[in-house]
């Protein structure tokens, strides 16, 4: 299920949001990915869980997901295999 990890590319446009102003709106999306000091490998497995629609973006609500995922890991807590559905962003839901 996680056996590939993000696309360097993309790892890019978290970490550098450079030219990826349509994917990372949020104008935070650098300080706070860097800031969370993670790993390439622990950034990767948050995009994938916050990337709910698989588009290989992030939107508005994907970040906001992203940046709770990371606050989960820099807490302590294991991320989840997959994403609860409670955290799905409600614009994200197809199954209710
Ligand atoms: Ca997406």
């Known amino acids: ?5 993000i696309p360097s590319e993309q790892l890019r446009c978290i970490l550098l949001r450079d030219g ?8 935070n999306a650098k300080k ?7 790993p390439n490998t622990v950034l ?5 869980l916050a990337d709910v629609d698989k588009d290989g973006l992030l939107d508005d609500e994907e970040f906001a997901l ?9 807490e302590g ?4 295999a997959e994403l ?4 799905v962003p409600p614009s994200k839901r197809r199954h209710e």
């Open 1 to 5: 299920m996680l056996s590939s990890s």
């Open 20 to 27: 990826c102003s349509r994917v990372i709106t949020g104008a």
């Open 32 to 38: 706070e990915m860097v800031k969370s000091k993670l």
């Open 44 to 48: 990767g497995k948050i995009w994938k």
């Open 66 to 74: 992203a940046n709770h995922l990371i606050k989960v890991k820099l």
């Open 77 to 80: 807590h294991e991320l989840p």
């Open 84 to 87: 609860p559905p409670h955290l």
